[in-house]
């Protein structure tokens, strides 16, 4: 069993930045990839970028690639997503996923993770 909490959500100011954190616990492997998801009020659960845990691989969303990027701390089995040049679109909860075995193919799709943590709200306001 794999359990994931977030932390660093907030309220930031249009233009601002946010680090958000993943840590692991529990048993993991080696075959692991790391997600992050968000989703906004009436809308669908989006993917946004993920990492392979071995190797360190990435992928990223069209609609976050080059102001999100994914990292991970293998030694504090933490994961982040740093956030930059926010937007008020942004706002949603955020999410962060493990599951094993995953293909790039697979990557951004909700149903590849098993795992997953209780979300942050991340709020971009002035």
């Known amino acids: 069993q794999v359990q994931l909490a977030e932390s660093g959500g907030g309220l930031v100011q249009p233009g601002g930045s946010l680090r958000l954190s993943c840590e692991l616990s529990?048993?993991?492997?080696?075959?692991?990839?790391m997600g992050w998801f968000r989703q906004a009020p009436g809308k669908e659960r989006e993917f946004l970028a993920a990492?392979?845990?071995?190797?360190?691989?990435?992928r990223y969303s069209d609609s976050v690639k080059g102001r999100f990027t994914i990292s991970k701390d293998t030694a504090k089995n933490t994961g982040y997503l740093q956030m930059t040049t926010l937007r008020p679109e942004d706002t949603a909860v955020y999410y962060c996923a493990a599951g094993s075995g995953l293909i790039w193919s697979t990557m951004a799709t909700d149903r590849s993770y098993s795992y997953w943590g209780q979300g942050t709200q991340v709020t971009v306001s002035s």
């Open positions: 529990g048993r993991t492997f080696s075959s692991l990839t």
């Open positions: 990492i392979r845990w071995s190797g360190g691989s990435t």
